[in-house]
């Protein structure tokens, strides 16, 4: 009886464990706690008492108490575990199910015939008569094994074999040599004992070591979960500026590590650029670019895996202290490297750790390429939609002016012809002034038109004769309403010569709006709201542009570093930190320089570009398009 309480225990904990369950583990602990109570009864008058005769047998006991727990925990468990069993049966399919079935077949007669014996026990006068389909019951699972794979038979009778035979030979050769030379004695006794401990010891050695290695590794291996995991969120991110913080943060909130940053592959400027650090106090260990022959990109490029900071040496781009850092390469070759700090708690980092970080390497090039393939969808539909929208402008354009011209003309014609009939002088004047209104709004409209036009018009991208003054006042028409709805004052001060240069009048537009949002951004809390432009001919050579605004100001020693790209002092979701390095780029490509002043944080900034000015031109040599005039500056 002692082996038969704890059938149910470990039948159900083989079908939890088979099925997967994920509760399985609080149902095992029960269950076996409650045989190790019965088993400890099974040998006292608790569990049985009074022998005597009962049908066939002579001597049979009767159950007591514990027997009867015995009993509703026994039939409870096969029920319940055949229970589960049909309940898989119905979702499972294919080679699983028939598994599934053939398990639930065989116990299931097996056990209706070991229920008869517990009648007998009851005093219930049907004899065990049907014990035989206990055997018949294995011969179901072993169908299951052979027939449907349930397990790899081949692999079990191996190990076991290979067992016996170790066994046979480390434990049959002492006795042998006992039985041979001591005969048979008191020495068999601890000798057996010393046999079972040998064939348990190794089983009881690999139980502690996995609990000693789990209680003392549970950190460790929780981060490497969610490290694994991360990979998961990895792929459903498909903006690149969200996923590198995620990755950065979540790495070193998990690992508890000082720092952890991404230096990303930018082409245009030949290097890697830091793009996210976590925390961002930890931003002064490093350099924000690394160039591409650096010594450390060679190193990366060559190992092509995870290397901690003793492996690489001293680097005057980083300062790692026990790091680590983390290549990722793509299809492109290197395409990131993470950087992680020294752990918080000083530990060392282990081959399991660097294990896995490879393999974040691999899920993090994986998501990069995700994201930068996601983006060129989007940049091709913002591309299609722009175009869409340039010919739709040009349409509404075209509308909008034919109406506006026929307006203008109809108000001069009024004007002209017939207030000479209106005899009174106060309703001719008030006539007058309204067709005024009329003939000024309606050139309003067709100016803006105009530079809507001009502004948005395909450009060969070569250095054209333009009116400065022109250029000036489109960008007004254009940006005038944004300066409205801002309630900037706007004013500006021009000489009155016409000055030329030579370039691209959507490019040098877009300069004077990179500096007009910039100033409203900076003047968003400020109590006075003023923008002055300023057109100086500084020399004949030379003419300077400069935008005042009455923002927040620049701290002096950002002046020299606002135009490198990604510089803002914006929220991140508010800019990018391109448009100043933009405008950079296209008054470079004018032949001409841009820089800023401010007298510091709170007194406002001023930004100022000059562009070389072009030489003998005459207005009616600017007014001939085709013309083959050599222009000199």
Same mark, same amino acid.
């Given at each position: 009886?002692?082996?038969?309480?704890?059938?149910?225990?470990?039948?159900?904990?083989?079908?939890?464990?088979?099925?997967?369950?994920?509760?399985?583990?609080?149902?095992?602990?029960?269950?076996?706690?409650?045989?190790?109570?019965?088993?400890?009864?099974?040998?006292?008058?608790?569990?049985?008492?009074?022998?005597?005769?009962?049908?066939?047998?002579?001597?049979?006991?009767?159950?007591?108490?514990?027997?009867?727990?015995?009993?509703?925990?026994?039939?409870?468990?096969?029920?319940?575990?055949?229970?589960?069993?049909?309940?898989?049966?119905?979702?499972?399919?294919?080679?699983?199910?028939?598994?599934?079935?053939?398990?639930?077949?065989?116990?299931?007669?097996?056990?209706?015939?070991?229920?008869?014996?517990?009648?007998?026990?009851?005093?219930?006068?049907?004899?065990?008569?049907?014990?035989?389909?206990?055997?018949?019951?294995?011969?179901?699972?072993?169908?299951?094994?052979?027939?449907?794979?349930?397990?790899?038979?081949?692999?079990?009778?191996?190990?076991?074999?290979?067992?016996?035979?170790?066994?046979?030979?480390?434990?049959?050769?002492?006795?042998?040599?006992?039985?041979?030379?001591?005969?048979?004695?008191?020495?068999?006794?601890?000798?057996?004992?010393?046999?079972?401990?040998?064939?348990?010891?190794?089983?009881?050695?690999?139980?502690?070591?996995?609990?000693?290695?789990?209680? %003392? @590794?549970? +950190?460790?291996?929780?981060? *490497?979960?969610? $490290? #694994?995991?991360? &990979?998961?969120?990895? !792929?459903?991110?498909?903006?690149?500026?969200?996923?590198?913080?995620?990755?950065?943060?979540?790495?070193?909130?998990?690992?508890?590590?000082?720092?952890?940053?991404?230096?990303?592959?930018?082409?245009?400027?030949?290097?890697?650029?830091?793009?996210?650090?976590?925390?961002?106090?930890?931003?002064?260990?490093?350099?924000?670019?690394?160039?591409?022959?650096?010594?450390?990109?060679?190193?990366?490029?060559?190992?092509?895996?995870? %290397? @901690?900071? +003793?492996?690489?040496?001293? *680097?005057?781009? $980083? #300062?790692?202290? &026990?790091?680590?850092? !983390?290549?990722?390469?793509?299809?492109?070759?290197?395409?990131?490297?993470?950087?992680?700090?020294?752990?918080?708690?000083?530990?060392?980092?282990?081959?399991?750790?660097?294990?896995?970080?490879?393999?974040?390497?691999?899920?993090?090039?994986?998501?990069?390429?995700?994201?930068?393939?996601?983006?060129?969808?989007?940049?091709?539909?913002?591309?299609?939609?722009?175009?869409?929208?340039?010919?739709?402008?040009?349409?509404?354009?075209?509308?909008?002016?034919?109406?506006?011209?026929?307006?203008?003309?109809?108000?001069?014609?009024?004007?002209?012809?017939?207030?000479?009939?209106?005899?009174?002088?106060?309703?001719?004047?008030?006539?007058?002034?309204?067709?005024?209104?009329?003939?000024?709004?309606?050139?309003?409209?067709?100016?803006?038109?105009?530079?809507?036009?001009?502004?948005?018009?395909?450009?060969?991208?070569?250095?054209?004769?333009?009116?400065?003054?022109?250029?000036?006042?489109?960008?007004?028409?254009?940006?005038?309403?944004?300066?409205?709805?801002?309630?900037?004052?706007?004013?500006?001060?021009?000489?009155?010569?016409?000055?030329?240069?030579?370039?691209?009048?959507?490019?040098?537009?877009?300069?004077?709006?990179?500096?007009?949002?910039?100033?409203?951004?900076?003047?968003?809390?400020?109590?006075?709201?003023?923008?002055?432009?300023?057109v100086i001919k500084v020399n004949q050579s030379t003419v300077r542009i400069a935008v005042s605004d009455t923002g927040y100001g620049i701290k002096k020693e950002n002046l020299h570093t606002?135009?490198?790209?990604?510089?803002?002092?914006?929220?991140?979701?508010?800019?990018?930190?391109?448009?100043?390095?933009?405008?950079?780029?296209?008054?470079?490509?004018?032949?001409?320089?841009?820089?800023?002043?401010?007298?510091?944080?709170?007194?406002?900034?001023?930004?100022?570009?000059?562009?070389?000015?072009?030489?003998?031109?005459?207005?009616?040599?600017?007014?001939?398009?085709?013309?083959?005039?050599?222009?000199?500056?």
């Amino acid at each position: 009886m002692l082996f038969v309480i704890f059938i149910p225990s470990t039948f159900t904990h083989f079908i939890l464990t088979f099925l997967k369950v994920d509760y399985g583990k609080r149902i095992n602990v029960c269950n076996y706690l409650i045989s190790l109570f019965l088993g400890l009864t099974v040998y006292t008058r608790l569990f049985a008492r009074d022998i005597g005769p009962f049908l066939v047998f002579p001597y049979w006991l009767k159950p007591r108490f514990p027997f009867f727990i015995h009993s509703i925990h026994f039939f409870t468990n096969i029920i319940y575990s055949h229970f589960l069993m049909l309940r898989a049966i119905k979702y499972y399919s294919g080679i699983l199910k028939n598994q599934v079935l053939y398990i639930f077949i065989g116990p299931a007669i097996g056990f209706s015939a070991g229920a008869i014996n517990y009648l007998t026990w009851y005093r219930v006068p049907i004899p065990p008569f049907l014990n035989f389909l206990v055997s018949i019951s294995v011969v179901f699972v072993s169908y299951a094994i052979i027939k449907y794979r349930l397990m790899d038979i081949r692999v079990a009778l191996t190990r076991a074999g290979v067992f016996i035979a170790v066994y046979l030979l480390v434990l049959g050769i002492p006795f042998w040599i006992g039985f041979k030379y001591l005969g048979q004695g008191p020495w068999i006794l601890p000798v057996s004992i010393m046999a079972v401990f040998a064939t348990a010891g190794p089983f009881i050695y690999i139980f502690l070591q996995r609990r000693a290695e789990d209680a %003392l @590794l549970k +950190e460790r291996r929780r981060y *490497q979960e969610t $490290i #694994n995991n991360l &990979s998961e969120t990895m !792929i459903e991110i498909r903006d690149i500026e969200k996923l590198l913080p995620t990755i950065t943060s979540t790495v070193g909130e998990a690992v508890k590590i000082k720092f952890a940053m991404i230096f990303l592959k930018q082409d245009e400027y030949k290097s890697f650029q830091l793009k996210s650090c976590y925390p961002k106090e930890a931003k002064s260990r490093c350099q924000e670019l690394i160039p591409l022959d650096d010594a450390l990109i060679s190193i990366l490029n060559q190992r092509r895996k995870p %290397l @901690l900071s +003793e492996e690489i040496g001293h *680097q005057d781009k $980083i #300062n790692l202290d &026990s790091g680590v850092l !983390i290549p990722c390469f793509g299809k492109e070759g290197l395409r990131a490297i993470l950087v992680l700090g020294a752990k918080a708690n000083n530990q060392m980092y282990t081959p399991d750790d660097l294990l896995v970080f490879e393999t974040l390497s691999y899920n993090t090039s994986f998501a990069i390429e995700n994201c930068t393939f996601w983006k060129e969808i989007e940049d091709r539909h913002r591309k299609a939609r722009l175009q869409e929208m340039d010919a739709f402008s040009y349409s509404l354009a075209h509308e909008i002016d034919n109406p506006m011209t026929f307006v203008c003309n109809l108000a001069r014609f009024l004007k002209e012809h017939f207030l000479k009939y209106i005899t009174d002088p106060e309703e001719r004047k008030e006539v007058e002034e309204m067709c005024n209104i009329i003939m000024e709004g309606s050139e309003r409209v067709m100016g803006m038109v105009k530079a809507i036009r001009q502004f948005g018009q395909k450009t060969t991208g070569e250095l054209e004769p333009l009116n400065l003054q022109e250029v000036i006042e489109g960008f007004f028409k254009l940006y005038s309403p944004e300066l409205k709805a801002n309630f900037i004052i706007f004013s500006k001060e021009m000489p009155d010569e016409i000055i030329y240069v030579k370039g691209v009048a959507a490019e040098l537009q877009q300069v004077l709006m990179i500096f007009a949002k910039n100033a409203i951004h900076a003047m968003m809390y400020s109590q006075e709201k003023k923008i002055y432009l300023k057109v100086i001919k500084v020399n004949q050579s030379t003419v300077r542009i400069a935008v005042s605004d009455t923002g927040y100001g620049i701290k002096k020693e950002n002046l020299h570093t606002i135009f490198e790209p990604f510089f803002t002092s914006k929220a991140s979701t508010e800019g990018t930190g391109m448009g100043l390095h933009n405008a950079k780029g296209f008054v470079l490509r004018h032949q001409g320089r841009i820089w800023a002043e401010s007298e510091g944080e709170g007194k406002g900034a001023t930004f100022i570009f000059e562009l070389p000015i072009l030489q003998d031109v005459k207005p009616e040599d600017f007014k001939k398009k085709d013309s083959k005039t050599d222009w000199a500056y």
